[in-house]
Nanobody, 126 residues
Framework: QLQLVESGGGLVQPGGSLRLSCAAS????????IGWFRQAPGKEREGVSC????????NYADSVKGRFTISRDNAKNTVYLQMSSLKPEDTAVYYC???????????????????WGQGTQVTVSS
């Protein structure tokens, strides 16, 4: 069974940091591009970042550029999202998603992604 599990969410003060993890089971992430998405209360889900299968290409939404960093460790079958300088508007449920794509590319849009995790809550508040 193909499964993605997010972890690392929680409550953090503005300006703080969190590292989210996305662990895959039932398949190897080596041939999959991974995206991170988030959904705030009352808002549509939006793309945050993505990373190509081998990690050579990363993309970010303008709202998180310079603050978030995506990375992956295929040996551990895990993708990470390091979030720094967090703002209250970063509060959301964060999801990771996978799409089979061995090319050096990724997109921060939901359409191509076939497999989704259940999400982890991130709350930025003082």
């Amino acid at each position: 069974q193909l499964q993605l599990v997010e972890s690392g969410g929680g409550l953090v003060q503005p300006g703080g940091s969190l590292r989210l993890s996305c662990a895959a089971s039932g398949f190897a992430l080596d041939f999959y591009a991974i995206g991170w998405f988030r959904q705030a209360p009352g808002k549509e889900r939006e793309g945050v970042s993505c990373i190509s299968a081998r990690g050579g290409i990363t993309n970010y939404a303008d709202s998180v550029k310079g603050r978030f960093t995506i990375s992956r460790d295929n040996a551990k079958n895990t993708v990470y999202l390091q979030m720094s300088s967090l703002k209250p508007e970063d509060t959301a449920v964060y999801y990771c998603a996978a799409t089979w794509n061995v090319r050096a590319m990724c997109v921060v849009m939901e359409g191509p992604y076939s497999y989704w995790g259940q999400g982890t809550q991130v709350t930025v508040s003082s």
